[in-house]
């Protein structure tokens, strides 16, 4: 780390090689997409591969990135940007082993004694990197950033995407059917869903396909992962935004409204992860959802309009990235 910046150098090596795979594979992927025509629970058989690459190689940098402001305890950030690493790696060679050069269903998938060793394995490989990634949350409370609206981002943003990551753990829970197969003895062919109320596979959004029938968890699973880079990118824009409106020189108010930008993304993934639950497509919502996200809004504007109007004056304010 120089006073000028993050240099490639400095970055978590096993993690940014992550990245770069995922960059290739991501090319690979598009390529697949309009080559091969072929369809596994009837979407595109490269679309899975595609999405994962894009979801796992902008979470990858951004750990390293993340991982490159440690100081207290390095070596043990270093060790669980490894464990990330080659658990999510292991993961994805195995997705597209068992998708693109076997042909078979890879998530849930149970039909044969090989489909449930692989399905244990990537399981297996998202626990430890669900463990890393509960580490890393725990090292960051110990941390001390010049910039305390930023530490607030990176510490709210990484519990955040946790959050997110458990909510994945719900797609490992029979559905009804499936329970029922195994109550009256028998194996069904999978176990798990990302769908709640309704199969995989059916109508969904484009490109995401996110169910437009049911509930989907992939949704706060995608929205909780996805807080490490947004909340982040949020206390980035304020010191940006700080050049232009004096108010926000004040690392109090960046601060307060890290916090508030925090409360209404967690708001915002506890609906999602509501609405699945209960087996609401995201396309469809009821009175009671758009009641908790108007509750929600509702109070993010009002904490925001208090903490710019609410500035204490000190002074030996912090300013932090401004001319």
């Given at each position: 780390?120089?006073d000028?910046g993050?240099?490639?150098?400095?970055?978590?090596?096993?993690?940014?090689?992550?990245?770069?795979?995922?960059?290739?594979?991501?090319?690979?992927?598009?390529?697949?997409?309009?080559?091969?025509?072929?369809?596994?629970?009837?979407?595109p058989?490269?679309?899975?591969?595609?999405?994962?690459?894009?979801?796992?190689?902008?979470?990858?940098?951004?750990?390293?990135?993340?991982?490159?402001?440690?100081?207290?305890?390095?070596?043990?950030?270093?060790?669980?940007?490894?464990?990330?690493?080659?658990?999510?790696?292991?993961?994805?060679?195995?997705?597209?082993?068992?998708?693109?050069?076997?042909?078979?269903?890879?998530?849930?998938?149970?039909?044969?004694?090989?489909?449930?060793?692989i399905?244990?394995?990537?399981?297996?490989?998202?626990?430890?990197?669900?463990?890393?990634?509960?580490?890393?949350?725990?090292?960051?409370?110990?941390?001390?950033?010049?910039?305390?609206?930023?530490?607030?981002?990176?510490?709210?943003?990484?519990?955040?995407?946790?959050?997110?990551?458990?909510?994945?753990?719900?797609?490992?829970?029979?559905?009804?059917?499936?329970?029922?197969?195994f109550?009256?003895g028998?194996?069904?062919?999978?176990?798990?869903?990302?769908?709640?109320?309704a199969?995989?596979?059916?109508?969904?959004?484009?490109?995401?396909?996110?169910?437009t029938?049911?509930?989907?968890?992939?949704?706060?699973?995608?929205?909780?992962?996805?807080?490490?880079?947004?909340?982040?990118?949020?206390?980035?824009?304020?010191?940006?935004?700080?050049?232009?409106?004096?108010?926000?020189?004040?690392?109090?108010?960046?601060?307060?409204?890290v916090?508030?930008?925090?409360?209404?993304?967690?708001?915002?993934?506890?609906?999602?992860?509501?609405?699945?639950?209960r087996?609401?497509?995201v396309?469809?919502?009821?009175?009671?959802?758009?009641?908790?996200?108007?509750?929600?809004l509702?109070?993010?504007?009002?904490?925001?309009a208090?903490?710019?109007?609410?500035?204490?004056?000190?002074?030996?304010?912090?300013?932090?990235?401004?001319?």
């Open positions: 780390m120089s000028n993050i240099s490639l150098r400095s970055l978590h090596r096993p993690l940014v090689v992550l990245t770069g795979a995922m960059a290739v594979l991501c090319v690979v992927s598009l390529l697949g997409l309009l080559a091969d025509d072929r369809v596994i629970v009837d979407a058989i490269w679309l899975k591969p595609f999405k994962f690459t894009v979801a796992i190689g902008s979470y990858a940098i951004t750990l390293a990135l993340l991982l490159s402001q440690v100081r207290r305890g390095r070596r043990i950030g270093w060790w669980l940007g490894t464990v990330f690493a080659a658990g999510i790696g292991l993961d994805m060679a195995l997705l597209v082993f068992q998708m693109i050069f076997l042909g078979r269903q890879l998530h849930f998938n149970r039909a044969v004694p090989a489909d449930t060793a399905n244990n394995v990537v399981a297996g490989g998202a626990y430890f990197a669900w463990l890393a990634i509960a580490a890393v949350v725990v090292l960051l409370l110990f941390q001390r950033m010049p910039d305390r609206a930023l530490s607030s981002a990176l510490r709210w943003g990484t519990g955040l995407s946790l959050a997110g990551m458990t909510a994945a753990m719900f797609m490992y829970t029979g559905t009804p059917e499936q329970q029922a197969v109550r009256a028998g194996q069904p062919s999978t176990f798990g869903a990302h769908t709640v109320g199969p995989d596979g059916g109508p969904g959004l484009p490109v995401t396909g996110w169910s029938v049911g509930g989907d968890l992939r949704i706060p699973h995608f929205i909780g992962l996805h807080a490490m880079q947004a909340l982040p990118l949020i206390a980035l824009g304020l010191v940006l935004l700080a050049r232009r409106y004096p108010v926000l020189r004040a690392d109090v108010v960046r601060r307060r409204l916090r508030t930008a925090a409360f209404g993304y967690a708001g915002m993934f506890a609906i999602l992860m509501w609405q699945a639950l087996g609401q497509s396309a469809h919502p009821d009175f009671w959802t758009l009641l908790a996200a108007a509750g929600v509702g109070v993010v504007v009002a904490a925001s208090l903490s710019v109007r609410s500035r204490p004056v000190f002074r030996s304010e912090t300013v932090v990235g401004v001319g």
